[in-house]
Each structure stands twice: as structure tokens, then as C-alpha cells.
T-cell receptor
Framework: EAQVTQNPRYLITVTGKKLTVTCSQNMNHEYMSWYRQDPGLGLRQIYYSMNVEVTDKGDVPEGYKVSRKEKRNFPLILESPSPNQTSLYFC????????????FGPGTRLTVT | QQPVQSPQAVILREGEDAVINCSSSKALYSVHWYRQKHGEAPVFLMILLKGGEQKGHDKISASFNEKKQQSSLYLTASQLSYSGTYFC?????????????FGTGTRLKVLA
């Protein structure tokens, strides 16, 4: 079954404690993204990756890091989380940025206290 | 920079029609439409790749006016399952960037 998986689904953590949210896809997609969703602000892209070892900033990259060492995996790293990073996070993948649909993971609800 | 959708919210009775518009200040090379239920991931509805293209399945269709940098989503004879937030989206592939950007969103509620 074609899918994007994210873990964990829910996470409560404290300010400054490093965390990683994993994302994996099984469709051999080249383009992968991380989005955050906040009430009234819609879906905003954090980082994207065009392929292995190729990553770039989206619209709200501050406070986040990513890596793409393998085609299937695209983890999101928060080195020092802060309360303003409390949000709903989605990972997504597609063949290309424009011509094909994005497949979304189920989401990770992160709370930073 | 974010495409603007209108209306922001709409309430319908079952069987009524709705139109959701997506307007961009930048050139659109393609338009994607997604529906999202509360707390769930967005679900792909359709993609329009060419100006003048119209697509549809079931009772949901869309059009893309490349010159006007606009797209519209048409929901006819709405069903309760159509409730959710609708987003248009597009890839920005200029100046070496390959960002993806979503529109502002339209909340749609269908009442029995």
C-alpha cells in the first residue's frame, strides 16, 4: 500500500529538549516536504527536498533542521524546541513539486511546554 | 504570496451548490485542490496542469484560468461528506526554488 508514515503521532515535550519526527514514504518519490498547520494560518511549508542530499528552506524554516540521506526518509529535527513550535506537523511526498499530487502522512501533534 | 481563497467560509444545506475561488498574485503553472477534515491530513481532489483545463469527478469539478491566475472549485448537489476545509495549492518553480504553497483555505459546512 502506498503510504507516508510519521512518528510519533503525538508528542509533548519541554522547551529545549531536542526531538526528531520521522517521515518515511514507500513510493520512490523524489519530492518531500514538511508542513506545519496552525489555526488561522493554514498549511505552511517548513523545508522541502528535491532528492537525496538536496534540501531547501520553505517559508517557515527557523528553528528546524532536516536531512535526506535516503530517498524514502525525511526526518524533521527540532534542536531546541520552543512553545511557538507547538503545532500540527505533516510530512508529504510526491513525484515532482508541480505535476503530481502530494501524499500526506497522518500528522504529528506536537506540544512544547 | 499565498494564494487567496474566497469565500473564507460557507454553510450549505445538502443538495446545494458552492463555488470556491483561488486567486494568485504570481503565475500559476498548475493548481492542486485538497480537502481536509478537522485534525486529519489533507486529501487530494484534483490537479489542473494547463490553462483552460477543466476537470471533474463525481459532483466536484474545477477550472483553471492561467491568464487570470485563478482557479475555481465547483461542488454541486453537496453531500454531508463534503464538509471540511478546502485548499488550493501550487508549486513555485522560479528563481531556482521549488517551494510549495497552499492557499488561505475555505471552510465548508454542509448541513442536513
Amino acid at each position: 500500500e502506498a503510504q507516508v508514515t510519521q512518528n510519533p503521532r503525538y508528542l509533548i515535550t519541554v522547551t529545549g529538549k531536542k526531538l526528531t519526527v520521522t517521515c518515511s514514504q514507500n513510493m520512490n518519490h523524489e519530492y518531500m516536504s514538511w508542513y506545519r498547520q496552525d489555526p488561522g494560518l493554514g498549511l505552511r511549508q517548513i523545508y522541502y527536498s528535491m532528492n537525496v542530499e538536496v534540501t531547501d528552506k520553505g517559508d517557515v524554516p527557523e528553528g528546524y533542521k532536516v536531512s535526506r540521506k535516503e530517498k524514502r526518509n525525511f526526518p524533521l529535527i527540532l534542536e531546541s524546541p520552543s512553545p511557538n513550535q507547538t503545532s500540527l506537523y505533516f510530512c508529504a511526498s510526491s513525484l515532482t513539486v508541480n505535476s503530481y499530487e502530494q501524499y500526506f502522512g497522518p500528522g504529528t501533534r506536537l506540544t512544547v511546554t | 504570496q499565498q494564494p487567496v481563497q474566497s469565500p473564507q467560509a460557507v454553510i450549505l444545506r445538502e443538495g446545494e451548490d458552492a463555488v470556491i475561488n483561488c486567486s494568485s498574485s504570481k503565475a500559476l503553472y498548475s493548481v492542486h485542490w485538497y480537502r481536509q477534515k478537522h485534525g486529519e491530513a489533507p486529501v487530494f481532489l484534483m490537479i489542473l496542469l494547463k490553462g483552460g483545463e477543466q476537470k471533474g469527478h463525481d459532483k466536484i469539478s474545477a477550472s483553471f484560468n492561467e491568464k487570470k491566475q485563478q482557479s475555481s472549485l465547483y461542488l454541486t448537489a453537496s453531500q454531508l461528506s463534503y464538509s471540511g476545509t478546502y485548499f488550493c495549492g501550487t508549486g513555485l518553480t522560479t528563481s531556482g526554488t521549488y517551494k510549495y504553497i497552499f492557499g488561505t483555505g475555505t471552510r465548508l459546512k454542509v448541513l442536513a
